[in-house]
């Protein structure tokens, strides 16, 4: 079974990111006809109250704070500006400076290697992640985006992602027939196919519209995504299977990125170092805070699931880990469960 793309048809998607560029450039001549100050656009597709938002947000703070307003960072959250559709083109075009895309999302544009961290069951947890992202595997993987033009400049922990939909999801049985939203990730795809779902690929910012109007039944993501999006008024059940992570890669356009100034290069580099280590540090209490307000509001069913129906999960998606290694790489799978298991 295939998955089901949304994407708007390439020619239709081209029309719409010239006239972005067009933008972009007739933005860009702005800030070059003001030549004290620049503007860092960042976009992102998750609401401001997550982890990546308030990250995001705190990175404009300090970029603003340290430069003395000179240097702009305008966040725009909920995919506002784009989304999961136009937000790497529009990067590359040059019609904004940074985005935090998930490393789901970077398969697609040849990083198969990054769906490394979509596979299910392959952390026991986020320290053990946090072993190939902060480490010299991690770093290998950031440097290779400069082959699309685009600079890797740091990753950030979401968490462990949960199965919902109107039913509980709990071990294999569960899943039989369910159309799931995925992120655009073939791993994604295949775990759901394991599970005997049917994968289809929406945009973040259509899910949830998606699943009120029952196009697909199901979906996963961390609690924070799930709550802020207001999915559990269009889903009655969520099932804390902490099945695979959740995680992003923050960039910026090669081209921008080479043009400022190595001091504010530097400025811009050490304010996004401490946002991301403050996103990592608040990304547990955000999920937890989440499931706390989730529970509060009532009418959710949250499942816990048995350890017999976790084994019969990993199980199910076993096969996945064996059938995706060549599209991932086998090289860099060797290296990441090294870095997992030689800590
Ligand atoms: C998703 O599309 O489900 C997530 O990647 C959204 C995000 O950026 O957290």
């Known amino acids: 079974m295939g998955t089901i793309d949304t994407q708007l048809p390439g020619f239709r998607r081209r029309r719409m990111l010239q006239g972005l560029a067009a933008v972009a450039g007739s933005a860009a001549g702005l800030v070059r006809a003001a030549p004290a100050g620049l503007t860092i656009r960042l976009s992102h597709v998750v609401a401001e109250d997550t982890p990546k938002g308030l990250a995001a947000n705190r990175f404009q703070a300090l970029v603003d704070a340290r430069s003395g307003g000179r240097i702009a960072v305008v966040v725009y959250p909920d995919a506002r500006l784009y989304g999961d559709h136009d937000e790497m ?35 026991p947890d986020v320290a053990n992640v946090r072993r190939i992202t902060q480490g010299a595997l991690g770093q290998r993987m950031l440097d290779r985006l400069g082959r699309q033009r685009l600079v890797g400049l740091g990753f950030m922990d979401n968490g462990f992602k949960h199965m919902s939909a109107n039913r509980p999801l709990l071990e294999p049985a569960h899943f039989e027939g369910l159309r799931m939203r995925i992120q655009a990730s073939r791993v994604i795809a295949a775990q759901m196919r394991a599970l005997g779902a049917r994968p289809v690929t929406l945009a973040f910012s259509e899910t949830r519209r998606a699943l009120a109007a029952g196009v697909v039944d199901g979906t996963e993501n961390p609690v924070s995504n799930f709550w802020t999006q207001g999915m559990h008024e269009v889903q009655t059940d969520l099932s804390l299977t902490q099945h695979a992570y959740l995680g992003y890669a923050f960039v910026a356009n090669q081209r921008f990125w080479e043009s400022m100034s190595a001091p504010d290069r530097t400025l811009v580099s050490e304010a996004l170092r401490e946002a991301l280590y403050f996103g990592n540090q608040i990304a547990d209490t955000q999920n937890d805070k989440a499931l706390t307000a989730l529970r509060e509001a009532g009418g959710t069913r949250i499942h816990v699931p048995a350890p017999a129906q976790i084994a019969l999960m990993r199980k199910a998606v076993e096969p996945v880990h064996t059938g995706l290694a060549r599209r991932i790489g086998t090289a860099w799978l060797d290296d990441a469960r090294k870095a997992i298991d030689g800590g």
């Open 89 to 123: 083109q529009a990067l590359q075009l040059g019609a904004v400076e940074m985005l935090a895309p998930s490393l789901s999302k970077f398969g697609r544009i040849g990083f198969p290697e990054f769906e490394l961290f979509d596979l299910p069951y392959l952390f």
